[in-house]
């Protein structure tokens, strides 16, 4: 396996990525691959009636946060490659809320969208192995903050991982 990037320095990232980033523990390519394998286990064990489920009025349900999963994952990996080839343009924000609503991620099997999580990471993960030392460091700038391609990447696990706990407590432990 290629070599993980060292845990990003607090300078490589905006401050409110820095709880996505403390909640990944070991070496971020192993993490990834580990987390995919979870997410994975957790929604076979999901019965397929149970996707719309939301725990709260005015809360996505376990389909709609898988589908934000997959828009996030894709977003942070689009901003890596991108920074990674050095492109300088401004990446804008995304709001999470519209892209969830727009998504159709509630018209979707939970079969279906854990598939697309699946590839999706596969897919992240290629793109990160395929990065050298020194494209880790790279900067470039997304919704006003600079970033370094590591610090994407670790964000990238860090965010997953807080979902997949979040579906865990909230949706799956009632």
């Known amino acids: 396996m290629p070599h993980s990037p060292t845990r990003p320095r607090p300078d490589e990232y905006a401050d409110f990525y820095g709880t996505y980033i403390a909640a990944v523990e070991g070496p971020l390519l192993e993490t990834l691959e580990i987390d995919s394998r979870h997410w994975q286990t957790l929604l076979a064990s999901v019965p397929p009636a149970r996707g719309g489920y939301r725990y709260a009025p005015g809360k996505w349900s376990i389909r709609e946060v898988v589908g934000h999963v997959i828009d996030a994952e894709r977003m942070f990996s689009v901003r890596a490659m991108a920074f990674a080839r050095g492109d300088r343009s ?78 865990a407590e909230r949706y799956l432990e009632r």
């Open 90 to 167: 401004h990446f804008p924000s995304f709001d999470e809320n519209a892209y969830a609503a727009a998504s159709g991620a509630d018209r979707r099997s939970l079969a279906d969208l854990t598939e697309e999580l699946s590839a999706v990471r596969r897919c992240t993960l290629l793109l990160l192995k395929s990065f050298e030392e020194e494209t880790w460091g790279r900067r470039g700038t997304a919704a006003g903050y600079e970033f370094t391609v590591r610090s994407l990447a670790w964000i990238m696990a860090g965010h997953s991982r807080h979902h997949r706990g979040v579906l």
